[in-house]
C-alpha cells in the first residue's frame, strides 16, 4: 500500500526522492556556496572593473557640470562674542562676512571682475555656517533630557563655504585666495572699527573754529575731562601695557593729559577769563543765556524723573521682604539634580531684584541733577564775568588778546601731541588686544578634480563585484559557449 503522503505527492518516483527524503536539503551548504563563489571569481572580478572603470567615467564627464566647494573655518574670538555682541554692544552677525563691500574689496585685490552681476554671484555662493563642538551637543542632549531648558549657544567657529560649478571663470588658487581675502577684508574693516579710536576723538580745536573766546572754557574743559576718563578705562584693561611706538604707558598718558591740564590749559583759559576777552560781548551773553535756559529746562526734567523714582523707592522701602536664599524643594523628584524653585520664592527673588535697580536708577537721576545744577553754577559765573567786563571801560585790548593767540598756539601744539601719543598707544594696545579677534582656523581648500571620479569608481567597483559575488551564489555563470 502506498503511503497517503505518496499518493499526494506525484514526485514520490524512484527516481524523485520525498519530501522527507531531501529534508536534510533545507541546510545551506557552505562549501557548496564557497565553491560556487571561488568558480565565479573571473566574473566577479571583471563585473567590478567594469562598474569601477563606468563610475570614474561618469564622474569625469558630469565634472564640469557639477558644483565644486572652496571651504575654511575662521574663529571669533573677542569680547562679547560669547552674547552675540561685536565689543561696542552692537548685534554680532555672521553674514556680516557676505557684505557687498567686503566682497568688491577681495574681487579688486585680484583684479577680478567687480561687475555687480559677478558679486552677486559670489555672494549667492558664499555660505556661512556655525560650527557645534559634539561635547556641547551632548551636554544640549543632556539638559534636554532632563527636562531643563536650554541656553542659546552662540557658536564663535564658522565654516565658510564658497561653492561654484567647476567650469566658472576661477582657477581652484583664486577661489582659495579669494576666501582668504575676504576673511582678510573682514579682519582689516574689525581692526579700523573697534580697533581704532573715533575720527572725531581729538577734534577740539577743529569744533572751535570761529568760535568766541569763552566757549573755549567749555568746549575744552569737557573735551580734557573725556580724554582723561578714556585714559582711566584703558589703564584699568592694561596697566602692565607699554606701547612699541610710543613707549608710553597709560599711565604715563594719564600723567600727560594732567600736566597739560595744569600748565597748558590753565594759563590759557586763565588769560581769557581774567581779561574778559570776548569777539562780541552782546553775542556771547545771549548764547549764555540760551544755554542756561536749556541747563534750566534739562535740569527741571531731571528733577521730575528723580522725584518719579524717590518716590517708587519709598512705596518699595514699605515693604519689609528681605533677601531670600533659594532651597531645594522637599518634594518628591524624579530627578533630584533638578532643583524646584516655588512661586514664592521666585515672587521675593522679584521684588529684591526690583528693589536694586531702583536704588541705582535713584542714584544715577540724583547725580544728573547735581551735574546739570553744577554747570548751570558755572556758567552763571562766567556770565557776570563777561557782564562785568561789558559794564566796565570796556575798550578792547590788543596786548591781552596777543597774549592770548601766543598761548592759545602752544595750547593747539600741546593738545595735537598729546592726542597723537594718546592714538598711537590706543591703536598698539587694540592691534594687539584684537589680533586673535578673526583668525582662520583651517586655510581655505578646494575640492580636487580627482576625488569625485575616485569615490564614482570605488562605488561603481563595489557594486560590480557585489552583483558578480550574487550572481555566482545563484548559479549564474558568464562564460563563453564551447563548441
Do not use: C, W
Amino acid at each position: 500500500m502506498i503511503p497517503p503522503e505518496h499518493e499526494s505527492n506525484p514526485n514520490a518516483t524512484a527516481g524523485h526522492p520525498t519530501e522527507a527524503q531531501n529534508g536534510e536539503d533545507d541546510v545551506l551548504d557552505f562549501a557548496d556556496l564557497f565553491r560556487r563563489l571561488l568558480r565565479g571569481i573571473p566574473q566577479t572580478l571583471g563585473l567590478a572593473l567594469l562598474g569601477l572603470a563606468a563610475g570614474a567615467l561618469i564622474s569625469l564627464a558630469l565634472s564640469r557640470s557639477l558644483p565644486v566647494s572652496t571651504s575654511a573655518r575662521m574663529v571669533f574670538s573677542f569680547t562679547g562674542i560669547e552674547k552675540g555682541q561685536y565689543p561696542d554692544k552692537s548685534k554680532f552677525q555672521s553674514d556680516d562676512l557676505r557684505a557687498p563691500g567686503l566682497i568688491a574689496e577681495a574681487l579688486s585685490r585680484q583684479k577680478l571682475d567687480s561687475s555687480e552681476e559677478f558679486q552677486s554671484r559670489i555672494r549667492g555662493a558664499l555660505t556661512i555656517e556655525g560650527l557645534i563642538p559634539p561635547n556641547v551637543v551632548r551636554e544640549r542632549d543632556r539638559l534636554r533630557t532632563n527636562g531643563q531648558a536650554l541656553p542659546p549657544y552662540l557658536p564663535d567657529e564658522f565654516l565658510v563655504t564658497l561653492t561654484l560649478p567647476r567650469q566658472f571663470n576661477l582657477t581652484a588658487r583664486q577661489r582659495n585666495q579669494l576666501i582668504d581675502d575676504i576673511v582678510s577684508a573682514y579682519r582689516e574693516k574689525f581692526l579700523r572699527t573697534y580697533g581704532r579710536l573715533p575720527v572725531g576723538f581729538g577734534n577740539a580745536f577743529d569744533a572751535l573754529k570761529g568760535a568766541d573766546y569763552f566757549e573755549y572754557e567749555l568746549v575744552l574743559n569737557a573735551e580734557i575731562q573725556q580724554v582723561i576718563s578714556y585714559i582711566k578705562d584703558e589703564l584699568d584693561n592694561a596697566r602692565s601695557f607699554r606701547s612699541q611706538t610710543t613707549n608710553l604707558s597709560f599711565g604715563d598718558l594719564l600723567d600727560k593729559a594732567s600736566l597739560f591740564a595744569q600748565i597748558r590749559l590753565n594759563e590759557t583759559l586763565g588769560l581769557i577769563r581774567q581779561n574778559g576777552i570776548s569777539n562780541n560781548r552782546a553775542l556771547a551773553l545771549v548764547k549764555m543765556d540760551y544755554y542756561l535756559q536749556t541747563l534750566e529746562d534739562q535740569e527741571a526734567k531731571a528733577l521730575e524723573e528723580e522725584k518719579v523714582v524717590q518716590g517708587l523707592l519709598a512705596k518699595a522701602q514699605e515693604r519689609s521682604e528681605g533677601y531670600v536664599l533659594g532651597v531645594k524643594s522637599q518634594a518628591v523628584q524624579n530627578r533630584p539634580e533638578t532643583p524646584i524653585l516655588d512661586q514664592g520664592l521666585i515672587d521675593s527673588l522679584l521684588a529684591n531684584d526690583a528693589y536694586g535697580f531702583l536704588v541705582r536708577q535713584a542714584l544715577n537721576t540724583g547725580l544728573n541733577v547735581k551735574k546739570i545744577q553744577a554747570e548751570k553754577a558755572m556758567l552763571v559765573e562766567r556770565r557776570k564775568i563777561i557782564q562785568g567786563f561789558s559794564d566796565g571801560p570796556a575798550a578792547s585790548n590788543a596786548a591781552a588778546i596777543a597774549d592770548v593767540e601766543k598761548s592759545l598756539a602752544r595750547l593747539k601744539l600741546a593738545y595735537s601731541e598729546l592726542i597723537a601719543d594718546i592714538r598711537k598707544t590706543s591703536e598698539d594696545f587694540e592691534r594687539q588686544r584684537f589680533a586673535d579677534a578673526v583668525v582662520l582656523s583651517m586655510q581655505a581648500r578646494t575640492e580636487g578634480i580627482y576625488r569625485a571620479p575616485m569615490v564614482a569608481a570605488a562605488v561603481g567597483g563595489l557594486l560590480g563585484f557585489l552583483t558578480g559575488a550574487g550572481l555566482s551564489l545563484m548559479g549564474i555563470f558568464v562564460a563563453r559557449k564551447v563548441r
